[in-house]
């Protein structure tokens, strides 16, 4: 059996290197971080060959004393922590003092560095294991440090880089983290000798914006909630925005980027009222909370945490995102930008049909029922004549048509809006159905005529089992016969739906999952089978004044910006882009 022995500074170094830094992004990430630390207000990065070439990061910041230079690249040598007190609060991004140490393990290091205090700089460099001493050098106050042919001893770790392109966009990816993060601080990067970034000092919206894009800031809600010594701040995507891939998700614990499972979970939770199947949402989001409340000496490239309350932490998020969420009704967004805007164009196009039944939304008297949902009557009259008297259209704007039977088609002050009625009628009876729970129970409404149907064996014993539950969410069934259910009453929103295949369906929930489930952690999916049954069905003609009227219920309605699986219920065409269609003005 081999002796044990001591293994060599280079090799302790080298393999260390292979954790913290497996690529070139990993360096210009520690980098960044030990700029930000000192207190930086401007960092340069420079890129060559995607980092493979080169690394550099210079900074205005506090600078390092001649005699700590060589220190600065020794192995568990820091200015950050001091203790174990200091451990469990850490507030700096670094403190283990093993970054520096690894890069110039694996590379061609030099490091420069002035007080401001000093007459001159000076710079100590690193070969693998050899280190030079330090000589005078020239510099503003700051620190410079270039990395250059990294993996250059180590061939075996260095042929698993990938090309040019990918390692700079791991890099500028690196980039972009930090710069989230700092944005009272200015970044530049450059990229074989052409800046790929420019950032000054700005406020944290106008970073994202830099960052993730103007319309991301379009299609993005701002977050600032604070609570318990917690505060979320930041922009989270609207779910009709969202991706096929997690690629602008950031996340931020006391401004250190984090990949952490128990936010995320938070984050999926909130969105999964509002999100359609495998869509991911965008976000950046920032949780400041006490350093003592959460440990980050988790992993060596610190991009876990752990929190002391872990459940406390994903509660404040999960609700924190939404309440935000919540806000999302349909025409909020068009109503935020034209709160002042005035119909100028006519809708005057009235469709005849034929006589019908009303939808469950008080459209046959919209003028009362505005009035009484509101305290005020609404204003139905056209655009032009609404304009005239400086009455602002409403969001969703007026109703103009019906077209396959599916959509409705409206004006507002930006131009044509085109709604999806069942999915926007599904949402509305799905907030009012969680609301009259959340107050107990559910109104019933008993059925003139009572409906009967065969039904298993086992959907009998459900109902003879849960009553309660039925009871509570707004259902009277009983048994008829050994084979047979009766339906006495349905839910009192729900009195146009097939009450037979209504009945059915939440049975199958009750029978499948039990009640207590049904009415927690099924109690979203059990509401959203209910609302189903009762929107309006494709096909069904409506009058202008029901549409009106769906529409005004749709500005109101919480979430109304998607319906329960997550598609959109509405969208906006503008006259620009009609004009575009048919090239007017060219």
């Not at 020239?138 to 260095?158: H, K």
């Not at 930090?178 to 950032?199: D, K």
């Not at 005529?449 to 109902?463: H, I």
């Amino acid at each position: 059996m081999p002796e044990i022995r001591v293994l060599p500074e280079l090799l302790i170094n080298q393999i260390a290197a292979g954790e913290v830094v497996d690529r070139p992004a990993s360096a210009l990430k520690e980098l960044l971080e030990n700029s930000v630390d000192a207190g930086a207000r401007e960092i340069a990065v420079q890129l060559a060959g995607g980092g493979m070439k080169l690394v550099k990061v210079a900074d205005d910041g506090c600078g390092i004393v001649r005699e700590e230079l060589p220190l600065a690249l020794a192995r568990h040598a820091t200015s950050k922590i001091a203790s174990s007190t200091d451990l469990e609060r850490v507030s700096s991004l670094g403190f283990r003092g093993e970054a520096l140490a690894s890069i110039a393990s694996v590379s061609q290091l030099t490091l420069t560095s002035r007080r401001a205090e000093d007459k001159h700089a000076w710079t100590i460099s690193a070969s693998g294991p050899d280190l030079s001493g330090t000589t005078p050098a020239s510099l503003t106050a700051g620190t410079s440090i270039e990395v250059r042919d990294l993996y250059f001893n180590t061939p075996a770790r260095r042929k698993f880089l990938k090309s040019e392109g990918t390692e700079y966009a791991h890099c500028e990816e690196a980039f972009k983290r930090v710069a989230l993060s700092r944005s009272e601080v200015g970044f530049t990067l450059q990229h074989n000798g052409r800046v790929q970034h420019h950032l000054k000092a700005q406020a944290v919206g106008d970073r994202i914006a830099a960052l993730l894009g103007d319309d991301f800031s379009a299609a993005s809600l701002a977050l600032d909630e604070a609570s318990a010594g917690l505060r979320l701040h930041g922009r989270i995507g609207l779910p009709s925005h969202s991706r096929t891939a997690r690629d602008a998700q950031y996340v931020f614990v006391n401004g250190r980027f984090v990949r952490d499972k128990l936010l995320a979970h938070a984050v999926r939770q909130a969105y999964q009222d509002v999100l359609h199947h495998e869509r991911h949402p965008a976000f950046v989001l920032f949780l400041e909370i006490d350093p003592a409340l959460v440990d980050v000496n988790v992993h060596p490239t610190k991009i876990e945490v752990r929190f002391r309350d872990a459940r406390g932490v994903h509660q404040f998020v999960f609700h924190a995102l939404n309440k935000a969420l919540s806000r999302t009704a349909a025409g909020a967004t068009a109503a935020s930008e034209a709160a002042d805007a005035v119909m100028n164009a006519a809708g005057a196009a009235h469709a005849v049909y034929a006589r019908q039944s009303s939808m469950a939304l008080g459209a046959a008297q919209p003028a009362a029922f505005y009035e009484t949902l509101f305290g005020r009557r609404p204003d139905l009259r056209p655009p032009e004549e609404a304009a005239t008297t400086g009455h602002a259209a409403p969001p969703l704007g007026f109703a103009l048509a019906q077209l396959s039977g599916i959509y409705i088609l409206a004006q507002n002050g930006h131009g044509l809006i085109i709604v999806d009625m069942h999915a926007a009628h599904e949402r509305i009876m799905y907030e009012k159905l969680k609301c009259a729970l959340d107050d107990r129970e559910i109104p019933m409404q008993p059925l003139l005529v009572p409906v009967t149907f065969t039904a298993e064996s086992l959907d009998v014993a459900t109902v003879e089992e849960h009553q309660d539950v039925l009871r509570q969410i707004g259902f009277d069934l009983a048994m008829a016969s050994p084979t047979m259910l009766v339906v006495r009453g349905i839910p009192a929103m729900l009195h146009d739906a097939d009450a037979r295949e209504l009945a059915r369906d939440v049975l199958r929930e009750v029978r499948e999952f039990g009640g207590s489930r049904v009415l927690t952690e099924r109690r979203n999916e059990l509401l959203g089978t209910m609302a189903c049954h009762a929107a309006v069905r494709a096909n069904r003609k409506l009058a202008v004044p029901e549409m009106n009227a769906l529409l005004r219920e749709m500005e109101e309605t919480e979430r109304s910006g998607q319906c329960n699986h997550g598609r959109p219920t509405w969208h906006q065409i503008s006259i620009a882009e009609l004009d575009k269609l048919f090239m007017r003005g060219r």
